[in-house]
């Protein structure tokens, strides 16, 4: 059973940092892209970060470039989402996401991903 763990969310001050991890299971990640995605209440879900584990490609939305960054431990079969100096506007839930790579920016846009964990909550105040 294909199964997508989230977890490291939290309350953080503005400037602060937190990291998602998000851990698989029933599957191993090797070829697969897997990607970060974040729904604010009454805003539409967001692509935030993906990667395409069979290359490497990575796409990142504007409004993280140079503060997020995704990762991947094979070994741990676990993604994670390092969150640099985290605005208040970063608040929302976030979700992990897996599914055959074909496209890493288009999927990271549209959010084609087959497989979906149940989201952690990250709010950014003070």
């Known amino acids: 059973q294909v199964q997508l763990v989230e977890s490291g969310g939290g309350l953080v001050q503005p400037g602060g940092s937190l990291r998602l991890s998000c851990a698989a299971s029933?599957?191993?990640?090797?070829?697969?892209?897997i990607g970060w995605f974040r729904q604010a209440p009454g805003k539409e879900r967001e692509g935030v970060s993906c990667?395409?584990?069979?290359?490497?490609?990575?796409y990142y939305a504007d409004s993280v470039k140079g503060r997020f960054t995704i990762s991947i431990d094979n070994a741990k079969n676990t993604v994670y989402l390092q969150m640099n100096s985290l605005k208040p506007e970063d608040t929302a839930v976030y979700y992990c996401?897996?599914?055959?790579?074909?496209?890493?920016?288009?999927?990271?846009?549209?959010?084609?991903?087959?497989?979906w964990g149940q989201g952690t909550q990250v709010t950014v105040s003070s």
């Open positions: 996401a897996a599914g055959p790579p074909i496209d890493i920016q288009a999927m990271c846009r549209l959010g084609t991903f087959g497989s």
């Open positions: 029933g599957f191993t990640l090797d070829y697969y892209a």
């Open positions: 990667v395409d584990n069979s290359d490497s490609t990575t």
